[in-house]
């Protein structure tokens, strides 16, 4: 219903501004303050063949290194020119360099691979200027599910405007981005997932453009903003980018398919076909230039379908779309087509500063900051911090589920070790109990890595815009694990301190929880540096499993110090499991006059092991127990500062 309501009023803005159209198209060109002009762009990449052995043995072809890798095309020689108050559509059929165009537009391909320049007004742009005045919208939408519609556009625009503008003011502008979107009705919505009901699709590609569009920029991207719509929710989303570019923005968009009412919003295209532009134009000509090349559209007949149907046709022919490439070439020359890269030249633009200055003195309420992040160090990470609260409370069954899972453990562990005896088997029993509980804090972590992965997907989404640092982002991280850290880890010690007979007393169970949480901290880093280092899950449970496995292998308890092979006697201290082992070994045993198994009965028994024969037999004699949990801290700092590299390089968002 409400949807309805919606789409009836949009039909009621159409018509009054399709009577408008032609006079605001006079205006335009007389008045455009910001036009993006992108010239000549071309962009190849180097595909290596494939070696087969056959190959490798086949004379023929174990030539150079060119017989080896081959010059793929994904841009040739594009130009074109998008202005503000227009909705500029790239389109195409799949693999036509749709993507790879926006990409270019966006900055996000290497200078040194891309040729062509990229201006606006003129000016080539600075990355952090374009990341201040630009929106990217991708195709994905990325977003946390347990977070409301405004809660999403709130923390967009508390890491996105300027310190200056106040909450009130932020809040306020979260309101207008709500009512230009048409979602006031699902602002108090979850945005969910499959788990959990959420809004619709629609209303989720709206959304991640709020996301967008919440710095008010002068520029936006979007790549495929209606896949996956049906044709109504597409054509509300595309009426929306068009009430957004007339209210001062360029509005560039990728799309595949599009219905004719959706062609009727765009105010011109650019069709590509294996890279190469095949039309360069608005809507309007589109049939004349068909009808020139030779195709005219059928009557009634859709005229951007025909276009995709007749470069399928062409692309089967033995020239394929060579053909309408060079006809589109002339019929731009010939014609001397209004949208032509040129046109602009003739215009008095302002310089981007001025134009720029304008727009912001303009009464529109528009800040950029020149800044490169919009807050301090220190609010990045309060705001990082009350998101990650609100998810957390609201999916509360995870930290349910977990502490179930550390109750079951520890109940099956105090189960299995119930008192063990004073004698050679208790004693052996009990070193046993040390390694399974470091390993069980190992393997538990990495359930970890699913979340892990998941948020850097939308870490690099956010720091692809300067939403905070990185390093705020490794300090939220390092501070949000460590309460659950604590918790879990007062629950294991709790239950399995008392059932395990261990020796001591309170300060030694307190080192015993202490050396838990140790573990669970230089664990849960692991992971995090695992999370950091593959994009797939599946990859980074593979390296855990393996890794996990091996340092436990190494850790001390299966084979001696001494005994370990010299050449993998590194990966013995390498191992973050030897530590906290080694440190719960010397908090049991290591104390004088300690005796741990007798023989004999009362009052005559005689000891035969000390607590110091146990720690000799295992070689654990190294290093103290607090040097030991230091170190077990120090591994899990180490983690998370190579986790702050691997974010560093790993995450680069440009594509070479
Ligand atoms: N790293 C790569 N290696 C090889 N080919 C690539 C690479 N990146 C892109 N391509 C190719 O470049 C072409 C253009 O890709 P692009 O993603 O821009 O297409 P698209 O028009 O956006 O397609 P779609 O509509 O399916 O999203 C495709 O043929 C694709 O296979
Ligand atoms: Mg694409």
Request: glycine share 8%; net charge positive.
């Amino acid at each position: 219903m409400v949807t309805l309501n919606f789409q009836q009023e949009i039909a009621l803005q159409e018509t009054s501004m399709s009577q408008n159209e032609d006079l605001e198209q006079q205006n335009k060109t007389i008045s455009t303050p910001f036009v993006l002009q992108f010239n000549n762009l071309t962009y190849s990449i180097n595909i290596r063949k494939e070696i087969t052995i056959r190959r490798m043995l086949c004379r023929k072809d174990t030539g150079t290194i060119d017989t080896l890798s081959r010059k793929k095309v994904l841009l040739n020689d594009i130009s074109g020119e998008a202005r503000e108050g227009e909705i500029f559509a790239i389109l195409g059929p799949s693999g036509s360099g749709k993507t790879t165009l926006i990409d270019a537009l966006a900055n996000k391909i290497s200078k040194k691979s891309l040729r062509g320049s990229v201006t606006l007004n003129g000016e080539t742009l600075e990355s952090a200027v374009l990341k201040s005045i630009s929106a990217y919208v991708m195709q994905d939408d990325l977003l946390f599910p347990m977070l409301t519609v405004e809660e999403t556009l709130m923390f967009s625009a508390e890491f996105r405007l300027p310190r200056s503008v106040s909450k009130s003011k932020k809040m306020a502008r979260v309101q207008t981005v709500i009512e230009e979107l048409g979602l006031r009705d699902a602002a108090k919505t979850l945005i969910g997932d499959e788990g959990h009901r959420g809004i619709s699709g629609g209303e989720r590609r709206r959304v991640s453009i709020g996301v967008g569009i919440i710095h008010d920029p002068i520029l936006m991207l979007l790549d495929e903003p209606t896949s996956g719509l049906d044709s109504s929710s597409a054509f509300m989303v595309v009426k929306i980018l068009q009430q957004i570019a007339r209210t001062g923005r360029i509005v560039i968009m990728s799309v595949h398919q599009p219905s004719s009412r959706v062609v009727g919003l765009f105010d011109h295209l650019i069709f590509l076909s294996q890279g190469e532009t095949v039309y360069y134009g608005t809507p309007t000509h589109l049939s004349v230039f068909l009808s020139e090349f030779g195709h005219p559209v059928t009557e009634n007949g859709e005229t951007t379908e025909f276009m995709l149907d007749l470069y399928s046709n062409l692309e089967g022919l033995p020239g394929g779309t060579k053909s309408i490439v060079e006809f589109n070439k002339s019929w731009q020359t010939i014609r001397n087509h209004p949208y032509t890269s040129k046109h602009s030249n003739g215009l008095d633009l302002p310089s981007l500063k001025e134009a720029i200055y304008n727009t912001c003195a303009n009464g529109s309420g528009r800040t950029w900051t020149s800044s490169k992040f919009a807050n301090s160090f220190w609010v990045e990470i309060i705001v990082l911090m009350k998101r990650s609260l609100i998810n957390s409370k609201r999916s509360a069954e995870i930290f349910l589920v977990r502490v179930a899972g550390v109750v079951a453990s520890g109940f099956i562990l105090a189960s299995t070790f119930w008192h063990p005896d004073k004698t050679e088997r208790g004693i052996v029993e009990r070193l046993g109990f040390f390694v399974f509980i470091v390993t069980i804090i190992f393997f538990g972590n990495t359930d970890w890595l699913g979340v892990f992965v998941q948020e850097r997907y939308i870490f690099m989404r956010e720091t692809a815009y300067n939403a905070y640092r990185r390093s705020s982002y490794i300090l939220y991280h390092s501070i949000i694990v460590i309460p659950t850290l604590i918790v879990l880890s007062l629950i294991l010690a709790s239950i399995t301190f008392p059932a395990v007979s261990l020796d001591g007393g309170f300060l030694s169970f307190l080192f015993y929880f202490l050396a838990i949480c140790a573990s669970g901290w230089a664990a849960n880093s692991l992971i995090c540096l695992i999370s950091g280092l593959f994009f797939q899950v599946v990859v980074g449970y593979t390296v855990a499993m393996t890794l996990v496995g091996l340092f436990l292998l190494y850790s001390g308890f299966y084979m001696n110090r001494d005994r370990i092979p010299s050449y993998w006697i590194w990966f013995h201290y390498m191992s973050p499991m030897k530590y906290p082992f080694q440190a719960l070994v010397l908090n049991e045993f290591d104390k004088p006059n300690l005796c741990v198994a007798k023989v004999g009965a009362e009052p005559a028994m005689s000891c035969v092991m000390t607590g110091l024969d146990i720690i000799r037999k295992l070689d654990a004699i190294d290093l103290s127990k607090w040097s030991c949990l230091w170190i077990t801290l120090a591994f899990g700092v180490i983690y998370r500062i190579l986790f702050y590299f691997a974010l560093s390089f790993g995450s680069k968002n440009k594509r070479k």
